[in-house]
C-alpha cells in the first residue's frame, strides 16, 4: 500500500512530543519518552513536505491543524465524515489520515488508500477502524487514550461533593418548583474514604484531588502501584470495600474486569456509601446497584457509561435501550450523565496535540511507539555531524530469514543502529546507516522494494 515517494533533506524544526497525561503506573504514556536525545539531532524528514498529503475529517481539533502547517503538510479539511464513496475517492492518494469516531475505515475503504503510511484516531477508540487488515498494509494507527484522565478525575470530584450534599435532587426538586431545604443526611467530603479501583491516569488524578479536599484515599489495583500523597493500596478489593465512603471504579474494560461489580460487592459495601462509575458501562451489574439503592444500602450513585449507549445525541435513553433504564431514573441520588467523564475542550485539543505529534513523529522520523496496531519501534535521533546517513524504514511479513536479506543489503554501508520487532504477523524494522550517497539511495529503495516479505519500504535522510 505504501509507495515509493521522493526524498529531500528538509531542515526544519523537530516535532517535540507533549506529555498530556501522567501516572505512577507502567502505562505512563511511553509516547513522551520516544525521543531521549539530550543534544540536537538531525531531522529528518519524509519527503518534501509540501507533497505530504494529509485528509482532515469530522473537525479534528485546530491543535493538530497547527502541528501539520508547521511541518509543511498539505491538509484537507472537513468538519464532518464524509460518505464512503467520497472517503474512497480522497484516501486514494493521500499519506496520512485524521479521523474521530464517525469515520469507518474498513477494508473496502483502506483497500484504495495507496500511499496511506498512518492513521489518527482523534479519540480514544479506534473500533472504527480495520486495525488488523491496516497493519497488514503496513499502515500504523494512533490514537489517544490518556488525553482527558483529567477531565474524568475532576467531573468524579464533582459527583462525589453532588451525591454527599443530594445537589442533584435539590436542583431537579427546584426546577419543579419545590423548596426543599434540608441538611439531614447531607455531609462534608472532608475527612471521608475514597475507595479507587484502578489506580492507573485516572485514579492516581483522583487521588491527588481527593487528598486536596481532605479525604482519605485508598486505593486497589491488581498492579502494584507507587501511592501518592498519603494514599494508601489495599491488597483485597473487600478491604477497599468495607472501609470506603465512596466507591470509585476507574479500571479498563478487560475479561477480569466484565461485571466485577455486582451483589457481593454491594453487600460489602459500607451502609450509606456511594458508588460512582466513570469507567466502562460493562462493569457494573445494573439491576444489583438498583436492589442496593432501594434497600438504602447506598446512600447515592453517579453513573457515565452504560452497557448499551445510544449512537446519537437524542431522546434515546430508554428501556428499548437498557431494559432497567426507567427503573434507575427513579431513584433518588443518583447522577445519570451520558458518557461525557472525558468530554471537555482541553481534553479535545490534548488529543489534537498527543495524536498530531505521534503522527508526525511517524511520518518525519518512523517512531510507532503507542501505535495501537503495530510493532512499537523507535531510534535516537542521528547526529548532526552525520553526513550521508540515512534512516530505513522496512514493515515486513514477520517470517524467518527476512532480516538476514535486508542486512544482506544494507550491508555495504555502516549500519550505526538497528532495531526491530514483531506483532502478530507484521514486523518492522528500522536501521539508521551511513556512508549512502544519492545513487545508493535509489538502489537501496529498489532493492529494498524488490524483497520477497515486504510489506513497505520508506527511506528517510
Ligand atoms: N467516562 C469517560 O468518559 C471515560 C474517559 C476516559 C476513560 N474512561 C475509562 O476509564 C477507565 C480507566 O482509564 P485509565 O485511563 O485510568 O486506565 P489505565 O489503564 O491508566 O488504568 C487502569 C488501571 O486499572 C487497573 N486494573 C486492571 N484490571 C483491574 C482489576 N480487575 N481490578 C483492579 N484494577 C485493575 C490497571 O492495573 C490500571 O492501573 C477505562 O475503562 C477507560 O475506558 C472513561
Not at 515509493?4 to 524544526?13: H, K, N, V
Not at 434540608?182 to 472532608?190: F, G, L, N, P, T
Not at 475479561?255 to 460487592?265: A, I
Amino acid at each position: 500500500m505504501s509507495q515509493p515517494i521522493s526524498f529531500l533533506t528538509q531542515s526544519l524544526e523537530k516535532t517535540t512530543l507533549t506529555a498530556v497525561s501522567a501516572s505512577p503506573n507502567n502505562s505512563y504514556n511511553a509516547r513522551s519518552l520516544s525521543i531521549p536525545s539530550l543534544k540536537p539531532t538531525k531531522t529528518l524528514k519524509p519527503f518534501s513536505t509540501g507533497d505530504v498529503k494529509i485528509l482532515l475529517l469530522e473537525n479534528v481539533n485546530q491543535t493538530a491543524i497547527n502541528i501539520f502547517e508547521k511541518q509543511g503538510y498539505q491538509i484537507e479539511f472537513h468538519k464532518t465524515s464524509l460518505p464512503e464513496d467520497e472517503l474512497i475517492e480522497k484516501i486514494k492518494d493521500v499519506h496520512a489520515i485524521g479521523i474521530r469516531s464517525k469515520t469507518k475505515l474498513t477494508k473496502n475503504v483502506l483497500k484504495h488508500a495507496k500511499n496511506l503510511v498512518v492513521i489518527g484516531c482523534f479519540c480514544i477508540g479506534t473500533n472504527q477502524v480495520d486495525l488488523e487488515y491496516a497493519a497488514d498494509q503496513g499502515v500504523a494507527v494512533f490514537n489517544s487514550p490518556f488525553s482527558n484522565s483529567r477531565s474524568v478525575a475532576e467531573m468524579t470530584i464533582a459527583e462525589i461533593i453532588t451525591l454527599s450534599r443530594q445537589m442533584g435532587d435539590r436542583s431537579i426538586e427546584l426546577h419543579q418548583g419545590i423548596w426543599n431545604k434540608v441538611s439531614a443526611k447531607c455531609w462534608e467530603i472532608r475527612g471521608k474514604t475514597l475507595g479507587i479501583i484502578g489506580y492507573g491516569h485516572i485514579g492516581s488524578q483522583l487521588s491527588v484531588l481527593a487528598e486536596a479536599f481532605g479525604m482519605n484515599v485508598l486505593y486497589y489495583d491488581v498492579l502494584m502501584i507507587m501511592a501518592l500523597g498519603t494514599a494508601k493500596q489495599v491488597s483485597t478489593l473487600e478491604e477497599l470495600l468495607n472501609k470506603s465512603d465512596f466507591v470509585s471504579l476507574h479500571v479498563p474494560e478487560t475479561p477480569d474486569t466484565k461485571l466485577m461489580f455486582g451483589t457481593p460487592q454491594f453487600a460489602a459495601m459500607k451502609d450509606g456509601s456511594y458508588l460512582i462509575n466513570n469507567s466502562r458501562g460493562s462493569v457494573v451489574e445494573i439491576p444489583a446497584l438498583i436492589d442496593a439503592l432501594k434497600l438504602g444500602k447506598l446512600a447515592g450513585a453517579a453513573i457515565d457509561v452504560y452497557p448499551q449507549e445510544p449512537a446519537k445525541n437524542g431522546p434515546f435513553f430508554n428501556n428499548e435501550l437498557n431494559s432497567w433504564t426507567s427503573e434507575l431514573q427513579s431513584l433518588k441520588n443518583i447522577i445519570l450523565t451520558p458518557h461525557i467523564g472525558g468530554s471537555t475542550e482541553e481534553a479535545q485539543s490534548a488529543i489534537g496535540i498527543e495524536v498530531g505529534s505521534a503522527l508526525t513523529s511517524y511520518i518525519n522520523e518512523g517512531t510507532s511507539t503507542g501505535a495501537v496496531n503495530f510493532p512499537e519501534v523507535a531510534l535516537r535521533g542521528l547526529d548532526l555531524d552525520q553526513d550521508n546517513a540515512v534512516r530505513v524504514l522496512y514493515i515486513h511479513q514477520n517470517v524467518p530469514g527476512v532480516l538476514k536479506t535486508v542486512n544482506n543489503i544494507l550491508s555495504d554501508h555502516n549500519i550505526e543502529k538497528q532495531f526491530s520487532d514483531s506483532r502478530g504477523d507484521v514486523a518492522y524494522l528500522m536501521a539508521d546507516i551511513s556512508g549512502v550517497t544519492s545513487e545508493d539511495i535509489k538502489s537501496l529503495y529498489e532493492e529494498l522494494n524488490a524483497t520477497q516479505y515486504k510489506i513497505a519500504v520508506r527511506l528517510l535522510y
